[in-house]
């Protein structure tokens, strides 16, 4: 068995949790938030059999989506500084991480 750990943009929750659900996947939904890209994270936490993480990929892959967005940039002390403009910063889909189970029951 693995888990895996996604997390993907709020923009792209519904529409990920609808093509797993589809795929036969079942997932438990976190709410979560980063760092930087403060817009609102989700985490998935999907378990399913050694052979079909592939295919949970592939589907993960097709249900979100890379974007470019502005943030503002860094606080500077220096005065006139571009620091303070907004820049692009390309957000990913998804990040996915997968871990091997030793043991699972469902109660």
Known sequence: MKLV????????????L????????FVTKISTSGQF???GHTALLIC??????EKLYSVLKK???????KTQGVTS???????NSAVDVEE???VAFTTDIEHFEKF
């Open 48 to 53: 399913c059999e050694n052979d079909r993480v």
């Open 92 to 94: 990913y889909g998804a």
């Open 18 to 25: 609808d093509a797993v659900a589809l795929n036969g996947y």
């Open 63 to 69: 249900s979100v989506t890379k974007r470019k967005i």
């Open 5 to 16: 750990i996604t997390i993907i943009s709020n923009k792209d929750t519904e529409k990920v």
């Open 77 to 83: 002390t220096l005065t006139g500084s571009l620091l």
């Open 37 to 39: 890209l403060v817009d």
